[in-house]
C-alpha cells in the first residue's frame, strides 16, 4: 500500500510541475542517491547529469522567462504545447530548456535501483502492439540508435496506442510542432552526457543497461492514467 501510494505521490510531483502555476521553475528533489543506479548508470554521470546539465536547463528557462513576466502563470507543458506562440526572442530559449526541464524530470522519475515488471495491462498493450516484449525492446533499441547526435526515445499513447518516437535535442512529443504528438509514458536520454563516462561511443550498451534500472511500475502507473 506505501509503495502505491508512493508513485501516485510522485505522479502527482510530476503533474504540478508541468501543469501548475509558478513563479519559477526549480529542480526536482531526485528520489534516489546518485550511486543508486550503479552499475548501469555512475555516480559521476548520475551528478553531473542532474545536479549540472538539469540545473542549467531549469536557470536558463527562468531567465528566458523573466524576459516576458506575462509568461510566469504558465506551466512547463503549457509554454510546451504552445511553443509556437511563444515571443520569438525567447522561443528558443523555451523550447531547448523548458524541453529540457520537462524531459529530465519525466526521465528521472522512470529509473529505479529496484527490480519491477510491467503491469499486465501495460504487458498486454506491449505484446498487442509490437509482437512481444523482446520486439519491443528491439525497436526501441533500434529508435535509440538511430538518433544522430543528441535526443531522446520515447513510449507514447497515441490514438490510444503505444508508439514509439524519438525527437533531437530537448525536443519532445508534447511540443505543439512536434511531428508525433503523444501522452510520454516512457523516455530514454540518449545525449552523450547521460552515457559518455561509463560507456563513452558505445550508446548501444546503455541502452541495453536501461532495461535494469527502468522503473517499469511508473510507466505501468502512467499508461494507466492516461489509456
Ligand atoms: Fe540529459
Given at each position: 500500500m506505501?509503495?502505491i501510494?508512493?508513485?501516485i505521490n510522485?505522479?502527482?510531483v510530476?503533474?504540478?510541475?508541468?501543469?501548475g502555476?509558478?513563479a519559477q521553475?526549480?529542480?526536482?528533489?531526485?528520489?534516489?542517491s546518485?550511486?543508486a543506479?550503479v552499475?548501469h548508470?555512475?555516480s559521476t554521470?548520475?551528478?553531473i547529469?542532474?545536479?549540472n546539465?538539469?540545473?542549467?536547463?531549469?536557470?536558463n528557462l527562468?531567465?528566458?522567462?523573466?524576459?516576458?513576466p506575462?509568461l510566469?502563470?504558465?506551466g512547463l507543458e503549457e509554454?510546451?504545447s504552445g511553443?509556437t506562440?511563444?515571443p520569438a526572442d525567447?522561443?528558443?530559449a523555451?523550447?531547448?530548456?523548458?524541453?529540457?526541464?520537462y524531459?529530465h524530470?519525466?526521465?528521472?522519475?522512470?529509473?529505479?535501483?529496484?527490480?519491477?515488471?510491467?503491469?499486465?495491462k501495460?504487458?498486454?498493450?506491449?505484446?498487442s502492439g509490437?509482437?512481444s516484449m523482446d520486439s519491443f525492446?528491439?525497436?526501441?533499441?533500434?529508435?535509440?540508435?538511430?538518433?544522430?547526435g543528441s535526443?531522446w526515445?520515447w513510449l507514447?499513447?497515441?490514438?490510444?496506442k503505444?508508439?514509439?518516437?524519438?525527437?533531437p535535442n530537448q525536443?519532445n512529443?508534447?511540443?505543439?510542432?512536434?511531428p508525433e504528438?503523444?501522452?510520454p509514458?516512457?523516455?530514454?536520454?540518449?545525449?552523450?552526457?547521460?552515457y559518455?563516462l561509463?560507456?563513452?561511443?558505445?550508446r548501444?550498451?546503455y541502452?541495453k543497461?536501461f532495461?535494469?534500472i527502468?522503473?517499469?511500475?511508473?510507466v505501468?502507473?502512467?499508461?494507466?492514467?492516461?489509456?
Open positions: 506505501m509503495k501510494n508512493a508513485f510522485l505522479t502527482a510530476f503533474m504540478l510541475l508541468v501543469s502555476v509558478k521553475f526549480v529542480l526536482p528533489a531526485l528520489q534516489y546518485y550511486d543506479l552499475p548508470i555512475d554521470t548520475m551528478r547529469h542532474y545536479s546539465h538539469h540545473r542549467t536547463y531549469v536557470n527562468n531567465a528566458a522567462i523573466d524576459r516576458h506575462e510566469k502563470n504558465r509554454l510546451l511553443i506562440a511563444i525567447i522561443r528558443i523555451v523550447r531547448n530548456n523548458g524541453g529540457g526541464h524531459n524530470s519525466f526521465f528521472w522519475m522512470l529509473l529505479t535501483p529496484k527490480q519491477t515488471k510491467p503491469s499486465l501495460l504487458e498486454k498493450a506491449i505484446v509490437f509482437g525492446k528491439a525497436e526501441f533499441e533500434k529508435a535509440a540508435a538511430a538518433r544522430f535526443g526515445v507514447i499513447v497515441s490514438d490510444g503505444l508508439k514509439i518516437v524519438s525527437t525536443d512529443p508534447v511540443m505543439g510542432d512536434a504528438k503523444g501522452v509514458v516512457m523516455a530514454l536520454d540518449v545525449w552523450e552526457h547521460a559518455y561509463k560507456y563513452q561511443s558505445n548501444g550498451a541502452v543497461a532495461w535494469n527502468l522503473n517499469w511500475d511508473r505501468s502507473d502512467l499508461y494507466n492514467a492516461y489509456r
